[in-house]
């Protein structure tokens, strides 16, 4: 699929990029190898293959929930910068 500058010139606009006429040269010649490699994959036979969204078949890759004890209160405030005894003291946001 041949890329005309004009082409590459209103895209530019769209998006508000300013660029020179060698920058668009080069990204037009940019976009034709993209392009031509997207063509190469569409010759693919792909008939019998399945789409996917992972290269892995997952059904759920969620744990079951289950009941832990968690920490004591002492033991997780231990390391804490700031704290009352009671839960983590942290910097008021408004």
């Known amino acids: 699929?041949?890329?005309?500058?004009?082409?590459?010139?209103?895209?530019?606009g769209l998006a508000r990029l300013s660029?020179?006429?060698e920058e668009g040269e080069a990204m037009a010649r940019h976009?034709?190898?993209i392009l031509s490699y997207v063509a190469k994959l569409n010759e693919l036979d792909?008939?019998?293959v399945a789409p996917t969204t992972?290269?892995?078949?997952?059904?759920n890759?969620?744990?079951e929930d289950e009941v832990r004890a968690s920490l004591p209160r002492e033991k997780t405030l231990a390391n804490a910068p700031r704290q009352n005894g009671?839960?983590?003291v942290v910097?008021?946001?408004?």
């Open 54 to 59: 992972h290269a892995i078949s997952i059904v």
């Open 86 to 88: 009671e839960s983590f």
């Open 31 to 33: 976009l034709e190898e």
């Open 19 to 21: 660029m020179t006429r």
């Open 1 to 12: 699929m041949k890329i005309t500058p004009a082409e590459i010139s209103h895209v530019a």
């Open 46 to 48: 792909t008939a019998g």
């Open 91 to 94: 910097p008021r946001v408004i």
């Open 61 to 63: 890759a969620f744990r």
